[in-house]
């Protein structure tokens, strides 16, 4: 459906051919006096006359305040959109309904979703949206605030269904040996995270809502993620197992760290005393450097008797 502008007059005009019919028809009415003949009722009657019209006239009669549209039908026919905001006259005969193209808020969620490993979890965004096609809007859905909302909802599940909510657990899933037991990954990966792409996710958001808000003449400015989070009932886990991760994580920093400094200990020390350090004495080196240095708390020294 094409959208056109109806046709309308400045309401003022008929306001005051209103006014003048009703003057002229008073003026009549009284000029005729107590009419005593037929002819001298002629007057008065055209006095009435002139009175008829005026009702139908000011029904042709609309406001549009800023920002508001009206769809014109004529019998069930689409005759044009009123945009203009002000006081304006139409075709009384026409049936007239008025939407509002104002930016509007739609919340949505929070839903519990399983992400893309299974894990369930609760979301929730927000979308900013307009109409911007009021003959659209009004013919080609029965509600569209309704199907905002529905749409909104739908393509929200289907974000989160596509997405895992933290990387790790996804590479898990798909590589349960390790890293080191597969050196590609399937198709179904995706490297888009629920907790760390919030923008990429946000205009994915938008895409698919544009996409599918504008055969109805929904224009969708902007989409956020407004709420995220494990569902109640693994939550716990969840940040056990993230709590983990970091442990991990940690440790392996330290490691890297103190492999770096025993090599850098053996080459200088090496260096200094002009010959290499038999296997042995490099094993304990090695050893005691690695305690003192990864070890959670100070090492205690043993002195060596020789009993």
């Not at 006095?47 to 000011?58: E, N, S």
């Not at 304006?88 to 969620?109: A, D, F, H, M």
């Not at 179904?188 to 994915?204: E, F, K, N, Q």
Request: glycine fraction near 6%.
């Amino acid at each position: 459906m094409v959208e056109r502008p109806a046709r309308a007059v400045s309401a003022w005009v008929v306001l005051a051919l209103c006014i003048g019919l009703l003057v002229v028809g008073l003026a009549l009415i009284a000029s005729a006096g107590a009419p005593s003949t037929p002819a001298e009722s002629v007057p008065a009657l055209l006095g009435i006359a002139c009175f008829l019209p005026i009702p139908v006239l000011l029904k042709g009669l609309i406001i549009l305040q800023p920002n508001e549209a009206a769809v014109c039908l004529l019998f069930g026919n689409y005759k044009g959109t009123l945009t203009d905001s002000g006081f304006r006259w139409v075709n009384p005969l026409y049936s007239r309904i008025k939407l509002s193209l104002r930016l509007k808020t739609q919340e949505t969620g929070p839903l519990k979703v399983n992400d893309a490993v299974g894990n369930p979890v609760e979301i929730g965004a927000v979308v900013i949206w307009r109409v911007a096609q009021a003959a659209r809007a009004t013919l080609e859905v029965e509600n569209y605030d309704r199907y905002v909302s529905a749409q909104s909802e739908t393509t929200l599940r289907l974000l989160a269904s596509r997405h895992p909510y933290d990387p790790t657990e996804q590479y898990d899933a798909f590589t349960p040996q390790g890293p080191s037991a597969s050196e590609t990954l399937p198709d179904t990966y995706s490297a888009i995270t629920l907790r760390d792409g919030s923008d990429v996710l946000a205009g994915l958001l938008l895409q698919e809502l544009q996409l599918r808000m504008a055969p109805v003449g929904i224009e969708v400015v902007d989409a956020r993620i407004s709420h995220l989070a494990y569902a109640p009932e693994i939550a716990g886990a969840m940040l056990r197992k993230q709590a983990a991760n970091a442990v991990i994580a940690a440790r392996r920093v330290i490691t890297r760290g103190a492999v770096s400094i025993i090599e850098d200990a053996l080459a200088d020390l090496e260096g200094r005393m002009d010959h290499r350090l038999e296997p042995e004495q490099r094993a304990a080196m090695i050893s005691n450097l690695l305690v003192v240095l990864i070890g959670d708390r100070e090492a205690t020294p043993v002195v060596n008797a020789g009993l």
